[in-house]
């Protein structure tokens, strides 16, 4: 049973526009939500994380937005660049239940 | 950021084998690792959480006999999967938690790059 679900497996996007990367869950009770970067033969990476006592956190390019009552969050990138181009994992609680990750590929 | 390495990247082996999987902390003293899995298409699952100097601890469905998990020294736990078979093939991934870090344990939490098994 799926209880972070990311629907997207890519996306495709032009250098310069915004990238969306959207994520659902299914459990009301996650308090907690982190998005990962993964690039090709590499770890995840750690990119920006959200408490739900907020709807908004920012840092930088890459913004987070959580929904509590859709139970969705998504990940904005703008300017979207080429080096933004990997695949991207949401998660959720400190436990790290993760989504199944969309990739995105940024063009020039 | 901090720097855990996995050593082999892939492994091919025959059904029966067992397979050792290696995962490091380069730079930091980890007194808790954690080992996920991921099956295609599917996401990264939590496996184990492997604590220096004591048993580990098993998430529901994960046969603790099958995945040993030893983390014996500060920068080094290794996952042995015994007597593998076919369904055991897929893609085994480390992480490490850096005691020095800022911020929530999943955000100092580093990933090595990765296992991918495959078994014959």
């Known amino acids: 049973d799926q209880q972070v679900k990311q629907n997207s497996p890519s996306l495709s996007v032009q250098e310069g526009r915004i990238s969306i990367l959207n994520c659902d869950y299914t459990n009301s009770m996650f308090d907690y939500f982190l998005w990962y970067k993964k690039y090709p033969a590499e770890g995840p990476t750690f990119l920006i994380s959200?408490?739900?006592?907020?709807d908004k956190n920012e840092d930088g390019r890459f913004t987070v937005f959580l929904n509590k009552s859709a139970k969705h969050l998504s990940l904005h990138i703008v300017p979207s660049q080429p080096g933004d181009s990997a695949v991207y994992f949401c998660?959720?609680?400190?436990?790290?239940?993760f989504g199944t990750g969309t990739r995105l590929q940024v063009f020039p | 950021g901090a720097v855990v390495s996995q050593h082999p990247s892939w492994v091919i082996c025959k059904s029966g084998t067992s397979v050792k999987i290696e995962c490091r902390s380069l730079d930091f003293q980890a007194t808790t690792m954690f080992w996920y899995r991921q099956f295609p298409k599917q996401s990264l699952m939590l496996m184990a959480t492997?604590?220096?100097?004591?048993?580990?601890?098993?998430e529901q469905g994960v046969e603790k006999d099958k995945f040993l998990i030893n983390h014996a020294s500060l920068t080094l736990s290794t996952l042995t999967v015994t007597s593998a078979h076919p369904e055991d093939s897929s893609f085994y991934i480390c992480?490490?938690?850096?005691?020095?870090?800022?911020?929530?344990?999943?955000?100092?939490?580093?990933f090595g790059p990765g296992t991918r098994l495959l078994v014959l």
């Open positions: 998660a959720a609680t400190d436990k790290l239940i």
């Open positions: 492997s604590n220096e100097g004591s048993k580990a601890t098993y």
């Open positions: 959200i408490s739900s006592i907020k």
């Open positions: 992480s490490a938690r850096d005691p020095r870090g800022v911020g929530s344990s999943a955000e100092t939490q580093y």
